[in-house]
T-cell receptor, first 111, second 115 residues
């Protein structure tokens, strides 16, 4: 059974810092990996989708990498801003289009 | 249009009430999903519909009853819920389900409180 772990569970940084969120998964037989952002009490906003054949994807200040063989992904956020404060979830997609979510990283960026 | 809509946004119901959550998409997607999310926890899959047929039920109690009247609409009927069922209920859709990989699009969720 696929298990997804995110480290750290919570992170507080001053504005302007570059930061890295980590995601690991136990079964490398995935189709792709997706990073989501969730604001308190809200739905999920898709940030980046990396196919299993890809190594990384970039969108603005966000860069996500995928090392399928080692079961790891990182989300890099450059020049963090208070508006980046949210919970970040990674999810891996396996057979049957099933999504398995990690526990999330709660990010607080202080002005 | 890549939007999944959910109504209502908030719902408060007693344990003897019957209510329904509604989800709608107009992207032509043929797979639709219900997830339950407790506070500070990741979403947990409840049901999957593929081509309007229930394909996955993750051992969800019968007080939750899904319905897919057509390819654009997904309902979740609620009856005799317990306070521990209070959560954010998320709907998602994708082009298909199968063995191919399709991106899931999520709605904003319905915040349910059971009193």
């Amino acid at each position: 059974k696929q298990e997804v772990t995110q480290i750290p569970a919570a992170l507080s940084v001053p504005e302007g810092e570059n930061l890295v969120l980590n995601c690991s998964f136990t079964d490398s037989a995935i189709y792709n990996l997706q990073w989501f952002r969730q604001d308190p009490g809200k739905g999920l906003t898709s940030l980046l989708l990396i196919q299993s054949s890809q190594r990384e994807q970039t969108s603005g200040r966000l860069n996500a990498s995928l090392d399928k063989s080692s079961g790891r992904s990182t989300l890099y956020i450059a020049a963090s801003q208070p508006g980046d404060s949210a919970t970040y979830l990674c999810a891996v997609r396996s057979a049957g289009n099933m999504l398995t979510f990690g526990g999330g990283t709660r990010l607080m960026v202080k002005p | 249009d890549t939007e999944v809509t959910q109504t209502p946004k908030h719902l408060v119901m007693g344990m003897t009430n019957k209510k329904s959550l509604k989800c709608e998409q107009h992207m032509g997607h043929r797979a639709m999903y219900w997830y339950k999310q407790k506070a500070k926890k990741p979403p947990e899959l409840m049901f999957v519909y593929s081509y309007e047929k229930l394909s996955i039920n993750e051992s969800v109690p019968s007080r939750f009853s899904p319905e897919c009247p057509n390819s654009s609409l997904l309902n979740l009927h609620l009856h005799a819920l317990q306070p521990e069922d209070s959560a954010l209920y998320l709907c998602a859709s994708s082009q298909g389900q199968g063995t191919s990989s399709y991106e899931q699009y999520f709605g904003p969720g319905t915040r349910l409180t059971v009193t």
